[in-house]
């Protein structure tokens, strides 16, 4: 059953899944749809569809697509790749190889419209164990359904979690959109609308109903019957056990059959091809090595491992300035986490942008603008916030799914984070220094003669002061030489005086001629020659 949100959002949890039996691998006759048969060893497969094919499939015009395990954001970006790419091959007809709980409602329903809104393209779902929740109504936009005989559909349910922390039946309100989307469904593909509802409304009773002028069986609620104009032509009979209260309706693939929810049984796919006349079989649009990659990226150790690999390679880099091995590898790093986030779903190229903007912040205020101040922090708080956004598929989260989704992003991103403060305090043990903050400060060229140093920090009495006290005859327009490169401060020599300064805004490299344009104390401010 798909949780529902608890809030203006309710259309988007994830759905329970519920565990089936796999029939014998053997075949099926007409005569062997009851709900109470089994299946005879060597039997031939014979039902053909509802709605059979508009004619043969030419070779090269089918695809199929794995829909396997539960949908989330990974499998519904998947689906919808395949299916992009087949269409483009020319495709037209599509088989869903459905196998999956259920999932997330608002991906669920996304992926229906998508199937449903298809123009051209014949659409089948072939169901081998089972499409609960999600995947049933996933399921039942496809023009043709196979399934085999103990496969099961239906149990779509929608739930909610409370502020117990435990999960509800949704109220009528919740209840009442799906429903109409679920007969909606049924009744674009001559399906019994009043069975779909049930798969929803477990309180609905479903009787079977024989229309007397033509012999016609078809399944009606009780209200339904009696909204229809031609009411007194149609004889009600048993009511439909699969809907009996308290239990959303959920059938196998024979009983399926029998009810007229799907349009055959088979025993594998091969007879799914034979049933839609295909020439040859479909092309099969697998996980390709991308999506593989893509998968293991979204993996909970190997994201927290790739962030904290991003960022310590990025602490290294902000350390010792110049591209080096530290920005390459955080530049792959951070380049596979978001490629990664926007193939599974839940990135956009929003997020790329935001952390841009803030890497660049971080740089400014640590390489172009004294001190540290709002460009830091806004360019901090800009990183973190892209990193959460592209881990989650909503911005702000309003219900139990999303809030999920929050706490596993906070979890990626926090212990990364942790873990970077670790590799911090180590660095900060085996160093001496303190990353990035120690490039800030100046200290003498390691080639100083110790009268040049002594000289730096001595006044006229002996006692330590500010170097600017030593050159006071020093002016706006004097000339002199950096000896160590300004990033944008460092130190210059002026005749026999070797002061810091900063340069007016460009890095300067040493033994260029530096000339004095402002000078404020202690702060000298030079320009390029």
Request: charged share 20%; proline share 5%; aromatic share 6%.
């Amino acid at each position: 059953m798909d949780p529902v949100m608890n809030g203006p959002r309710w259309i988007s949890i994830v759905a329970l899944a519920i565990v089936l039996g796999l029939g014998p691998a053997s075949r099926v006759s007409a005569q062997d749809l009851e709900p109470s048969s089994s299946e005879a060893p060597g039997a031939a497969v014979t039902d053909e569809p509802a709605v059979p094919p508009r004619g043969p499939i030419p070779a090269g015009a089918a695809i199929e697509i794995p829909v396997h395990g539960a949908i989330t954001p990974l499998l519904s970006n998947f689906v919808e790749r395949k299916l992009s790419e087949g269409l483009a091959r020319g495709a037209k007809l599509v088989i869903f190889d459905i196998d999956s709980p259920g999932g997330f409602l608002d991906l669920s329903l996304a992926l229906s419209d998508r199937i449903r809104d298809l123009n051209d393209v014949r659409t089948v779902a072939y169901i081998e164990q089972e499409a609960i929740s999600g995947a049933a109504i996933v399921a039942l936009s496809c023009d043709a359904i196979y399934m085999r005989p103990r496969a099961v559909i239906g149990d779509a349910g929608p739930i909610f979690m409370g502020e117990d922390r435990l999960f509800h039946h949704a109220p009528e309100k919740i209840r009442s959109l799906l429903v109409q989307r679920m007969r909606d469904l049924a009744e674009a593909h001559g399906r019994p609308a009043a069975l779909a509802e049930a798969m929803v409304d477990m309180d609905l009773a479903v009787f079977s109903f024989t229309h007397e002028p033509t012999g016609r069986t078809w399944y009606f609620s009780e209200a339904e019957h009696l909204s229809r104009a031609d009411r007194d032509e149609w004889e009600r009979g048993q009511r439909i056990f699969e809907s009996r209260e308290k239990t959303f309706l959920t059938v196998n693939g024979l009983r399926a059959k029998e009810l007229q929810l799907i349009d055959g049984v088979v025993q594998n796919a091969e007879d799914v091809y034979r049933l839609e006349q295909l020439a040859e079989p479909p092309f099969q649009l697998n996980r390709s090595w991308v999506d593989t990659t893509v998968w293991v990226l979204n993996w909970k150790t190997v994201s927290i491992a790739m962030l904290f690999l991003a960022l310590a390679s990025l602490l290294l880099e902000f350390s010792a300035p110049g591209m080096g091995v530290g920005g390459l590898v955080s530049l792959l790093c951070f380049s596979l986490f978001f490629w990664s986030r926007m193939l599974g779903g839940t990135a956009t190229l929003l997020e790329v942008i935001l952390f841009c903007c803030g890497v660049m912040f971080l740089a400014a205020e640590i390489f172009v603008l004294p001190g540290f101040g709002i460009a830091g922090i806004s360019g901090i708080l800009l990183i973190v916030a892209s990193l959460l956004m592209a881990s989650q598929s909503v911005l702000v989260p309003q219900g139990a799914r999303e809030l999920r989704e929050l706490s596993n992003a906070l979890l990626v991103v926090g212990t990364a984070g942790v873990g970077l403060l670790i590799f911090a305090g180590a660095l900060i043990a085996y160093t001496g220094k303190v990353p990035i903050l120690s490039s800030l400060t100046l200290e003498p060229p390691a080639d100083f003669s110790e009268s040049a140093a002594d000289a730096l920090t001595r006044t006229k009495d002996g006692k330590r002061a500010l170097v600017g006290e030593l050159a006071p005859h020093l002016g706006i327009g004097d000339q002199g030489e950096t000896i160590t490169s300004l990033r944008p401060s460092g130190k210059a020599r002026f005749g026999d005086e070797i002061l810091d300064v900063i340069s007016e805004g460009d890095f300067l490299d040493a033994s260029q001629p530096i000339r004095i344009i402002q000078r404020q104390g202690n702060r000298i401010v030079v320009r390029a020659v």
